[in-house]
């Protein structure tokens, strides 16, 4: 009887290390960095022209203003806060607005190395703004 109940637990116990499942087998995770954002930008063009000059400049996941144009911000501002990269061209963000307080928007990185940030919701929906880098 013993015998018999030691072979039962040895087959239970290579039929539950044979079912186990390997993570191994599954794709990994593609995992998207901010570094070709990093540095100082330009804004070139925009609906609203007193704030194109205005230079950011990007580190880790904010972007602080340098050169804040005729925007009224004041220098070290964040005007671009936790970007949060989607894929290896396109980011999510919280834009300032005029009135101090942040919108979500979206960042494309262009193959001319330009930015085109879109601010997705009112009163900045639909505009788009050019940075070019510094």
């Not at 116990?13 to 100082?40: A, H, M, R, T, W």
């Not at 942040?102 to 009112?122: H, M, N």
Request: charged fraction near 25%; proline fraction near 4%.
């Amino acid at each position: 009887m013993k015998v018999t109940t030691k072979i039962i637990a040895i087959l239970l116990v290579s039929i539950l290390v044979s079912c186990s499942s390997d993570d191994d087998s599954s794709e990994p995770e593609l995992e998207y960095n901010l570094e070709q954002i990093q540095g100082k930008w330009l804004r070139v063009g925009g609906n609203n022209p007193s704030n194109n000059g205005m230079i950011v400049n990007v580190i880790n996941d904010q972007a602080l203003i340098v050169e804040p144009a005729e925007s009224g911000f004041p220098v070290d501002q964040v005007k671009w806060k936790d970007i949060l990269a989607q894929d290896e061209t396109h980011y999510r963000y919280g834009e300032l607005g005029s009135n101090y307080e942040y919108y979500p928007s979206s960042i494309r990185f262009g193959v001319d190395d330009t930015l085109r940030v879109s601010v997705d919701a009112q009163p900045g929906d639909g505009y788009i703004q050019k940075w070019v880098r510094q």
